[in-house]
């Protein structure tokens, strides 16, 4: 007799759940709910219930299961579950897809133009959204994804976008994930934390709940189950639904329970060891499709926990009837389902089946079963396209031919990486790798190190890229050709230079001109000398940028002869870099050049690499940050490490420029903490430059200190990043103390370090600070101003806020005082994201316009003198506070309420109590009626009116009540 249970016991609040985001997805309240449970605890049923809602209520659904066995393979359940749109006979309107239909090509075959788009994971998750809205109609749609947690990181990545964009939209996702730690539960967790999903948990059924189970599956009521039945399912299932519904179908065919006139009743032995037991009644039910079921459930199993109907009639040569027979028999035995997602594909209902048929397998006849299946899935896809190559592959490595399932694995690795999916390729290629280590031909495993070193460096795997490197030798001693050594050398330099280790880098490309020196080749002499650039450019030396110019300059030309186009968007990469001292626009063109060439011949992280640097620039140009966010996005959705913790520690620094030091010092803790770990030393020492810099801003030098010697450390004397730690973090502190001395002796160790180790980083001071404080100082002249302002550097928008205020002196001095006027003000526009830079300038300037009777000194140190107090800079607060008693201005004393004032007032002197009561002159009322309102005498009221108006330069009360009133007052 076979149980079946004809209902869901014990999820009437989940099922609530999951019908109330279905009906709020009809009403374009579309959203995500993820169901999280052990194996076995009922998650595929709860959501077969949701299918069957959705579809009762016309919704259109899509369905798609990661892979729960063999290798990964990138998009696989997105491209299941939108292949479906195309076999329901309703057609699919892409008019409103635009350009998104062929970013979409990269999931739905019929879609791809053959012109592969390489666009970021962020464009590929919009096509999809947008493909998904315009499915849904007025219906509403389900996007059912099954075992999340084992879904490749590029699915992840598209999942993740899908989730932040779907609160306004006709979408459900409804997604499966155990509860296991993975990377999906991850994002599920952060999904619930910002409010974006919600995570649907299924505990354990409870003993009653066990109870009622066992009673539908039987067919009786719950108070005739028999008690030793419960009592034994009970404690060995742990309510789990699947083991529940095992172990009694066990019991039944076992006839430890059997069903009488009176009912059911216990006759056997209940005790045994579960995982026999049910192996047992797994194999009592197959053995009940006879042989040949045997026979094709067995080859099944080998193909995966889900295999295809033409495979497996290919590999068992059983034809059509008795193939559905068996298949109709395996279903109604609860061993095999039809893979609904999927048409002619159908799945084991659980991996104890798969399990329970390997051990009627010897390991011979698992290896040839192995083996035909794979000649039967080349022979029907003989390009073995998508998934199919890491399958067989996985096949062929069963089957004992390690170097053809490495080969395999290479090669679907090879198209994971040009598809951006790192994370996917780093796994495909190792395991070919791993393969290929004992074949006695070594050229196949170069070829797959030449792609497997580079990933690593991209996920941040330096440990696992070095390691390899000690194997080099090897490869050489077994005839491998010079060409392909030199490119492993090449590869590992590259891997080095990530890495921040120079040393290491140069060292592998001399052992590269080495091997290549008695035969020369142009083509790979161009990869040597653009990686030896780049590293060039990082090893201290007083003509490093030219050497790294130089380098990248032949690389360039010999890629355009041969047709390189990574050696030539790396070269151009380079060389913007350079250039981009003398000329933003030079630089920019040639950024723009290797983004053309990227995206012309589908090399998604070149052009992520080149986005990535154009947002930079432009950063430094205008202080905007958008550009390197959104190439942040595009390096999170593709997997490079390297990238996302490189902006990261771009954007901490921006945090502490523009006075946001708490959450600078937040995101510089946990960004350290992944970096350390990872060895990405240029990283380190940038963040703990950063670090450095928000603790010098506050004038705290212990905390400067501190991270200053943490970056020494890290190699930090010599490095690009170190005149940035001279010029934003030391010379800054020493004027946050109020030591123009001492700032200037850093900015002369500054400038001798920019002279013997040239740096492509320009907000260090020599281009802006340094000329500002020379010019106060008497030091530096209109010529050696207009030296200064006439690079690319000066007009970077940190730079020019100094040199604005340094032309500002100059004019002052030249008796051009509304000119000078003027200049202050451009600098106050630039400087605005900078409170800490804007209000050290103007301290700076407020003498030398008192001196020279021009601009409004003492509103500026009143600015300065409540900006430095509000941060508790108390050197430069002092300083500003003697500045106004030099000039004769009153000093007012920090009162409670201070920060309510507007800065516009609190510049012009007004104090607390003279804005309590211009706050109430925006009412028009007398005096008394103000001196009742504020508990003040009459005359006070009048005092404080007169004051406000010298103080705010009105005419009389009439236009002082207006200016309350048009500020909120």
Known sequence: MRSHAPYVVGRDLQLSHLQGALADARKRRGGVVFLVGEAGIGKSRLAAEAVGTAFDADMRVLRGRSS???PTVPFRPLT???????????????????????????????????????????????????????????????LLLEDLHDADPETLAVVEYLVDNLEYTPVLLLATIRTEFCDALDLASAARRRGVGAMVDLPPLTRPQVRDMVAAQLGTEPAQVPEDALARLWDDSAGSPFLVEELLQSMISGGALVQ????????????????????????????????????????????????????????????????????HAGVAAQLVVPDEPSPDWYAFRHSLTVEALFTQLTPGARADLAGRAADAVQQLHPELPDAWCPLVAELRSEAGDHAEAGRLFAEAGRRALADGAIGSAVTLL???????????????????????LPALAESGDFARAFALAEQLHALGGAGLGSARLAALHTRLAKVAHTAGRWADGNRQIAQAREVLAPDPDEAVAASVDVA??????????????????????????????????????QAWELLATVARERDPGEAHGMLERAMTTAERHQLPLRRMYAATRI?????????????????????????????????????????????????????????LATVRRLRLAPAVRYVLMARATCAAHLGDRTGMEQALASFAEWDGHGSQEEPLALGLARTFCALMEEDRALADRELRILADIERDNPSTYHLAGSHGLRLLLDVLSGEADRARHALTTDTASGRMRWNRQFTLLADAVLLGREGRPDAAAGAVDAALRLAEPYPTALHLGLRLVADAAHTDGWGDPVTWLRRAEHHFHQQEVPAVTGACRAALRRLGAPVHQHRTGTSRI????????????????????????GNRDIAERLYISPRTVEKHIAALITKTGVANRAALCALSASLGG
């Open 68 to 70: 729960t066995t063999g």
């Open 260 to 327: 009488g006139t009176d009912g059911w009743r216990v006759v056997g032995d209940l005790r045994a060891d579960v995982s026999s037991t049910l192996a047992r009644g797994i194999l009592r039910r197959i053995d009940r499709l006879g042989p040949q079921g045997l026979t094709l459930l067995s080859a099944a199993a080998v193909l995966g926990r889900r295999f295809p109907l033409t495979v497996l009639q290919k590999m068992t040569g059983i034809d059509d009837r008795s193939l559905l027979s068996h298949l």
């Open 615 to 671: 947002g930079g620039n432009a950063w430094l140009l205008d202080g905007d940050r958008h550009g390197l966010l959104g190439a942040r996005d595009e390096a999170l959705r593709l997997g490079s490490a390297t990238v996302v913790y490189t902006i990261d520690g771009i954007m901490i620094l921006d945090s502490v420029l523009r006075g946001e030091f708490t959450t600078a010092r937040d995101n510089a803790e946990e960004c």
């Open 532 to 569: 030896a650039a780049y590293l060039a450019l990082d090893t201290p030396g007083a003509d490093r940028t030219q050497q790294a110019e130089k380098l990248a300059r032949s690389a360039a030309e010999a890629a355009e002869r041969h047709d390189l186009p990574t050696v030539a968007c």
């Open 80 to 142: 299941e579950a939108l292949m479906s749109l195309f076999r329901g006979g309703e057609p699919v309107d892409d008019s409103a897809l635009g350009p998104y239909r062929t970013v979409l090509g990269r999931l739905i075959p019929d879609w791809n133009t053959g012109e592969h788009e390489n666009s970021s994971m962020v464009i590929l998750g919009e096509a999809v959204l947008r493909l998904l809205i315009g499915a849904a109609k007025d219906r509403g749609l389900l």
């Open 902 to 925: 507007p800065e516009e007032l609190r510049a012009q002197g007004v104090t607390v109590r003279e804005y309590e009561v211009f706050v109430v002159l925006a009412d028009r009322l």
């Open 430 to 452: 190792d395991r070919a790798e791993s393969l290929l280590t004992g074949c006695s031909d070594p050229a196949p495993r170069a070829e797959v190190l030449e792609s497997l």
